[in-house]
C-alpha cells in the first residue's frame, strides 16, 4: 500500500529529431523501412489480451504503391464486438483500482519505449502505411504520441489534487472515478497519434476501451497496441478491433454499459452517431459522454500590412504538409490585391521546385493521398474547377493513381468568395485563393466567419497591431485553434491543446486536461468527525 504523495516526472515536449544526412536516426529508419518493406506481416485483432484471427484477410499496401502488400488485417464480426465489450468489462474493476501512479507509470513507460526503441518501426509503420514523409511522421506518430502519454499523466495528477475546502469537523474529499462502463474510441487514418490517444486518454482515467481504428491506419495502429502491450497493460483495458463501423456501432450503440465515444472523424459520421446515442438514451447506465474533433474548412486572412513571403511560406506549409490530410490543413485564403502580384509570384516559383512521390525517398516533400476514394474525390472538385468560370488553376491540377495515388498541390484562385472549394471541406492538397480589395478587409473578415459551418483553426497575418485586434474580435468564434503571423497547423501538445466548434466537433481540447476531465464521474465524499446528538436548533428556543 502506497504511503506516500508521489510526483510524476516533470513533463516536457520529445524532441523532434531531424533524419539529417548522415544523422543516426536516419540510418536506422531507413533500416526500418527496408525490413518493413521486405515482408508481408499478418494484423490480428487484440480483445482480452489474445491475439485473434479470422479468416477473413484483407490486404493492406502503401498508398503511395497500392500494388505492393505490407500485411494483411484480420476482418472482424459482429460476435468480436461482443468479445471486446465483455472483455473491456471483465477488466473494469482490476484497472479503475489499480493505484494512479501505477496507471500512470504504464504510460510514460509506453512514451519512452516509443521514443526510444520503437521509434524508428512506428516512423517507418505510419510513412509506409499512411503515406507519410519522414518529418509528419515523426512530428506525429513518435513526438505528439509521446507528448499525449506524459502531459496526459501530468494532467491526471493536477485534476485528482483539485479538492475542495473542510469546515472545521468535516473532511470534504473529491475522488475522481472512471465512467460506469466502457468507452468506444473510433480513430482516423490521418493522425498516428490521434490513434494512439483516443483510446489512451480515458484508459489513463481508470476506463475500459473498445479501440476501433480507421482501416487505413491498422498498419501502425499494430504498433501503438505493440506498445501498449510491451509496458505492461493489462488485458482487457483497451482492445483492439477492425470491424466495420455501422456494425460495431448497432451493438455498442445499444449496449446498457456504453460510457462514452471518443471520436476523430468526419462531421456526417460523428452527427450520425450522436443522433443515434440520443435515441438511445433510454437504454444507458448512465449519460455518455460524447466528445468528437470533426472537419475543418480552415483558413488564412492576409492583411494588407503582411509580408508576402511570410504569407506564401504558410500557405504552402499548411496546405500541402501530408497532402493537405489534416483537419487543421489551409484550405482557404483571402488575400489583398496589393499583395497579390508579389504572392502569386513566390507561390508560382516555390510550388516548381516541391518534389512529389514516395516517401522512402527522402527528398519528396508530397506523397500520395490515403486511398482511392480519396484520390477520387479530390481530383473531382480539380476536375470541375477547370471546367467552371471565374476559377484559375495557378498551380497543379495534375493526377495520376496508376501506381500510387498521387494528386500534385494545387492552387485554385477563385473570382467567388463562396466558391465551393472556398466552402466544401476537400481534406487534399487543393487551396483556394480569393483576392480582395484592399479597402474591404472588414467585410472580408465577416465573409471568412459566415463561409463555412466549420470553426476548427484558422490564421491571420498582419503587422498592423489594429487589424489584428480587429480580425482577434470578428473571427472569435470561427476557429478554435487561432493563429497569428503562422500557419494554422501544427498544434503541440501541452503548447496548443487542439479542438474546434461549430461542426468542428465538441472543443474538448486533445492534450490538455479539459479532454480528461470528460473521462472522470467525481464522487465527493464528506465525512463529520463527531455526528450531532439533538435534532434541535439554536433557533428553535424561546427566551
Not at 459520421?269 to 475543418?296: A, C, D, H, M
Not at 512529389?356 to 480519396?374: Q, Y
Request: aromatic content about 10%.
Amino acid at each position: 500500500m502506497a504511503n506516500a504523495f508521489f510526483d510524476l516526472p516533470k513533463a516536457k515536449n520529445e524532441p523532434v529529431l531531424s533524419y539529417a544526412p548522415g544523422s543516426a536516426e536516419k540510418k536506422e529508419l531507413k533500416a526500418a523501412l527496408k525490413e518493413l518493406r521486405s515482408k508481408a506481416i499478418d494484423l490480428p485483432m487484440h480483445i482480452g489480451g489474445k491475439t485473434v484471427t479470422t479468416g477473413d484477410k484483407v490486404p493492406v499496401s502503401p498508398p503511395h504503391d497500392h500494388q505492393h502488400i505490407l500485411g494483411h488485417f484480420h476482418k472482424g464480426t459482429s460476435a468480436h464486438v461482443h468479445q471486446a465489450i465483455d472483455a473491456a468489462l471483465a477488466a473494469k474493476a482490476d484497472w479503475e483500482n489499480m493505484p494512479w501512479q501505477d496507471r500512470a507509470a504504464i504510460f510514460l513507460r509506453a512514451a519512452d519505449l516509443l521514443a526510444g526503441p520503437y521509434r524508428a518501426k512506428m516512423n517507418a509503420a505510419t510513412m509506409l502505411g499512411q503515406s507519410k514523409n519522414a518529418y509528419q511522421a515523426e512530428i506525429d506518430c513518435v513526438a505528439e504520441l509521446c507528448d499525449f502519454f506524459r502531459f496526459n499523466a501530468e494532467y491526471m495528477a493536477d485534476i485528482y489534487a483539485q479538492q475542495p475546502e473542510s469546515a472545521p469537523g468535516i473532511w470534504n474529499r473529491v475522488e475522481y472515478r472512471a465512467l460506469e462502463g466502457f468507452i468506444f474510441a473510433i480513430t482516423p487514418f490521418n493522425f498516428t497519434s490521434i490513434a494512439g490517444n483516443l483510446p489512451a486518454a480515458p484508459a489513463l482515467m481508470g476506463n475500459t476501451v473498445v479501440w476501433k481504428p480507421a482501416e487505413t491506419q491498422i498498419y501502425s495502429a499494430a504498433v501503438i497496441m505493440e506498445i501498449f502491450e510491451a509496458a505492461g497493460l493489462p488485458a482487457g483495458v483497451i482492445n483492439l478491433i477492425y470491424v466495420d463501423g455501422p456494425m460495431a456501432g448497432d451493438i455498442i450503440f445499444n449496449h446498457k454499459d456504453f460510457a462514452g465515444l471518443h471520436f476523430t472523424g468526419s462531421t456526417k459520421v460523428f452527427q450520425t452517431l450522436w443522433q443515434t446515442i440520443g435515441k438511445n438514451i433510454s437504454k444507458y447506465r448512465s449519460y455518455p459522454r460524447i466528445v468528437g474533433e470533426t472537419g475543418g474548412k480552415d483558413f488564412v486572412v492576409a492583411h494588407p500590412s503582411a509580408r508576402a513571403q511570410e504569407v506564401g511560406t504558410a500557405l504552402i506549409r499548411g496546405a500541402f504538409e501530408y497532402q493537405g490530410q489534416k483537419c487543421s490543413a489551409a484550405s482557404r485564403a483571402y488575400i489583398p490585391e496589393s499583395m497579390w502580384p508579389e504572392l502569386k509570384k513566390m507561390l508560382t516559383k516555390e510550388m516548381a521546385s516541391v518534389k512529389m512521390g514516395d516517401p522512402e525517398d527522402f527528398t519528396n516533400f508530397v506523397n500520395a493521398v490515403i486511398d482511392e476514394r480519396a484520390f477520387d474525390k479530390i481530383s473531382g472538385f480539380i476536375a470541375q474547377a477547370k471546367k467552371d468560370d471565374g476559377v484559375e488553376v495557378l498551380v497543379g491540377g495534375n493526377y495520376d493513381k496508376s501506381k500510387g495515388y498521387f494528386i500534385e498541390p494545387t492552387i485554385l484562385v477563385a473570382k467567388d468568395p463562396k466558391y465551393r472549394t472556398m466552402c466544401e471541406e476537400i481534406f487534399g492538397p487543393v487551396l483556394t485563393i480569393h483576392v480582395y480589395p484592399d479597402d474591404q478587409y472588414e467585410q472580408t473578415l465577416e465573409l471568412v466567419d459566415e463561409t463555412s459551418p466549420y470553426a476548427l483553426t484558422g490564421a491571420i497575418f498582419s503587422q498592423d497591431r489594429a487589424a489584428t485586434l480587429l480580425a482577434n474580435e470578428k473571427l472569435r468564434h470561427a476557429a478554435g485553434n487561432y493563429y497569428i503571423n503562422d500557419k494554422p497547423t501544427g498544434a503541440v501538445v501541452g503548447q496548443q491543446p487542439f479542438g474546434g466548434a461549430r461542426a468542428s466537433g465538441t472543443n474538448d481540447k486533445a492534450g490538455s486536461v479539459l479532454n480528461l476531465y470528460r473521462w472522470v464521474s467525481p464522487r465527493l465524499i464528506k465525512e463529520n468527525f463527531v455526528p450531532p446528538r439533538d435534532y434541535r436548533y439554536p433557533f428553535m428556543g424561546e427566551s
